[in-house]
């Protein structure tokens, strides 16, 4: 399900077009070798650039995440904003972030880097997830739901081709509405 961000206080005094950044699809999942996997397919057919999240850990948090052991507080903080510096960064055919689950305080530090993005939920099947062991498994099973004024999108993950396919199509639909919204035509 789509909720949209129309009224979401984050785009309240935006001085960036975000449809000058290019479409921003934040994918959060438990697996990482799926949750890649699906990223390279959306972003080979957008065109634009994928950000591993994951390769972003400092070396002594990746100990700690490789270990399976969760991270609290400034350690968290300091691997978000690493990813909220790559988001600023001007792409005019976007990027796509593949990323462990993120809690809506979360969420919320990278919406401010990144206005427009549209951030998606993997629902992969506990015995399907392959790869590191990203956070503890049990995260996957605390994340928070997506709050109304989110734009944020639980995408089925039977295979990584269709949940691809799943996303490129909300991905389009939010650049249609915005542009509509923009007075242009979809």
Known sequence: MIHSGIEDPWF????VDPLALGPTAILMGASGAVRLDV?????????????????????ETLAKVLGGDALYGDERRIWLD??????????????????SPLRYMHRRVLRRSAPQALFFR????????????LIGSEQFYTTDGFRRQ????????????????????????????????QGGRA
């Open 39 to 59: 990223a390279d397919r959306v972003a080979a057919r957008l065109g634009a650039e994928v950000i591993d999240a994951e390769a972003l850990h400092p070396p």
């Open 12 to 15: 309240a005094g935006l001085t």
């Open 122 to 133: 993997l629902d992969d099947a506990p015995g399907e997830r392959t790869g590191m062991p």
């Open 150 to 181: 989110e734009q944020g999108v639980v995408v089925p993950c039977s295979t990584p081709a269709r949940a691809a396919a799943t996303i490129l199509r909300h991905l389009s639909v939010m650049r249609e509405d915005a542009v509509v919204g």
């Open 82 to 99: 690493e990813i909220a510096v790559r988001l600023r960064r001007p792409r005019p055919a976007g990027c796509v972030v593949s990323c």
